[in-house]
């Protein structure tokens, strides 16, 4: 097959893989020389807050009437950037760019592709830290929390790059008799990408890197709490010699932009992170078949959870409780993975909630440009809405741990690590997303009837289960429905290549992402079948 390329710069050496895959390394910010850069990286972004930023749409550069101002959810007079908002007018403007650009580059070699993302992850790894900061003033996040993010985006353009090679290798099972079979796996079109504020560069990057490598292009329109790190991200893309319009960057609002992007008949595919109710809405916007339309439309749903750990009397207590703390307020708990229940079987039930209760204990909650062990919550709607559940739980159980917002100068979004015991399985704070620091405790008779607790929500995100029982482990290995599973050790931080994410039932359409399908869903197969024939030798002088 003749392919049609887009001629990358000059400047940009054509990049392979270096070797098998390997997670990128977590930062020990003990060490004085990581704590130090850190730091100067922190001054340095410092003087680049309040930035404006343009849409970027096939190239080309706009500004708009509307803003979205991004804020720095400690400090929320601070301005971390200014970025023009796209309404429903840009729509046929960006559509007929991503088209245009589709049709070279889904002609290009994956080389080319792959190409791309791994200069990419060249450029964020050098700038590692300067990234870490841009997390810390978006969107609250410590400086163990920021790195783990960076390094996941590292790993998702590594692993993807490594995967799209992969799967330009293809084959059919065997090769029939007199014919030449291939199967190719060829992109679907444009898509649009609407990822989430709590994983803003790592989710974003990851799911606008899966589309551009398998050849499709893409309408990245990032939430308004994060815009500025995909920002950062579509600059890095450029710099590495992205053509126009393959990614264009559209921050704007859900209900206008993101709603018309979804519904034009010429979008193939939407991949998307957040909440249920979105996600439900964008799913059934897509299915309705527009004028003009001639495909059914892709969904790529990762839409939360109601996470819980299930603790069994013969299971390594210290480790279950710096577990099940770790991972409730990891983050202020605003991460789709976090465990939100702690099912904890009666023999070890009251000393269980004593040892977390003291573990909470030495939590501390402030600016995380100071590295405590928890930051703010994402923006003041959010803050009101855990303090409503937190009303909610102290109706339905007892308040063990924190329970109050946390004033501070600066007016920061704080809420205390909250941890509620006695809770029944069928309540409020035990069934609802509350993507929060809020955990429930809840008391079972027997790992059986924790089992059932832990399948009794509407989700099936992620899980975990500490035992020394080799009898419940394989059990619930078939029985825990959840789509990450975990055995004695917590339930975030699932890592790219080993620990492919994605959930069940309403927490989506489980993508795996960072797994060896997940580029699957941003392609089609066919299969192209050649007859061979035998053509008789030329005869004459």
Not at 508 to 522: E, N, R, V
Request: with cysteine; charged share 20%.
């Amino acid at each position: 097959m003749v392919m049609a390329t887009v001629t990358l710069p000059t400047s940009i050496t054509l990049r392979t893989p270096q070797g098998d895959f390997r997670n990128e390394p977590f930062t020990d910010f003990k060490s004085h020389e990581n704590s130090r850069a850190m730091r100067q990286a922190l001054e340095k972004v410092a003087g680049q807050l309040g930035r404006e930023y343009d849409l970027v749409i096939g190239g080309d550069r706009f500004k708009t009437g509307e803003k979205i101002r991004s804020l720095n959810p400690a400090r929320p007079a601070q301005v971390v950037g200014v970025h023009q908002k796209a309404g429903a007018e840009h729509v046929a403007q960006v559509m007929a760019a991503a088209l245009e650009a589709y049709e070279l580059w889904s002609r290009t070699t994956v080389e080319q592709r792959t190409s791309l993302l791994l200069g990419a992850a060249d450029l964020i790894r050098q700038r590692h830290f300067e990234f870490c900061a841009w997390l810390v003033y978006e969107v609250g996040k410590n400086w163990a929390e920021a790195d783990a993010d960076v390094g996941e985006t590292i790993d998702f353009l590594e692993f993807y790059a490594r995967e799209a090679l992969r799967l330009s290798r293809a084959t059919t099972p065997i090769q029939y008799p007199g014919e030449r079979n291939e199967l190719l796996y060829i992109p679907l079109g444009v898509g649009a990408v609407i990822p989430p504020w709590n994983f803003p560069f790592a989710i974003m990057a990851g799911m606008t890197a899966g589309s551009i490598v398998t050849g499709n292009t893409v309408i990245l329109k990032p939430s308004s709490d994060s815009p500025t790190i995909a920002a950062k991200f579509f600059e890095v893309l450029e710099e590495v010699g992205m053509p126009g319009g393959v990614v264009n960057f559209c921050p704007g609002s859900g209900a206008t932009f993101g709603n018309a992007i979804v519904e034009h008949p010429k979008t193939r595919f939407i991949a998307f992170t957040g909440s249920k109710a979105v996600g439900l809405d964008i799913h059934e916007r897509a299915a309705r078949n527009q004028p003009g339309q001639i495909w059914i439309k892709r969904t790529i749903l990762e839409m939360g959870g109601k996470d819980s750990i299930v603790v069994c009397a013969d299971s390594d207590l210290d480790a279950a409780v710096d577990g099940v703390v770790a991972s409730a307020f990891g983050f202020s708990g605003q991460k789709c993975s976090a465990c939100s229940r702690a099912i904890i079987e009666e023999p070890i039930y009251d000393m269980f909630v004593e040892r977390v209760r003291e573990k909470v204990a030495q939590w501390t909650v402030g600016d995380p440009a100071e590295n405590p062990s928890m930051g703010p919550v994402i923006n003041k709607a959010a803050l009101d809405s855990m303090l409503q559940y937190i009303e909610t739980g102290k109706r339905e159980g007892r308040l063990v741990a924190g329970g109050k917002a946390v004033a501070t100068p600066e007016g920061g979004f704080y809420l205390e690590p909250t941890v509620f015991a006695d809770i029944a399985p069928d309540a409020v704070i035990a069934q609802e997303e509350i993507f929060g620091p809020v955990l429930a405790l809840i008391k079972v008779a027997s790992f059986e009837e924790g089992l059932k607790v832990a399948n009794n929500t509407e989700y099936g995100l992620t899980g975990a289960l500490y035992t020394g029982d080799r009898a419940r482990l394989d059990l619930a290995r078939h029985a825990f429905h959840v789509g990450n599973l975990y055995f004695n050790r917590k339930c975030t931080g699932a890592m790219v290549g080993a620990h492919p994410f994605g959930g069940f039932n309403m927490s989506g359409t489980d993508s795996k992402a960072g797994g060896p399908d997940y580029l699957y869903l941003f392609t089609q197969a066919k299969s192209v079948a050649e007859r061979l024939t035998t053509r008789p030798a030329r005869t004459g002088i």
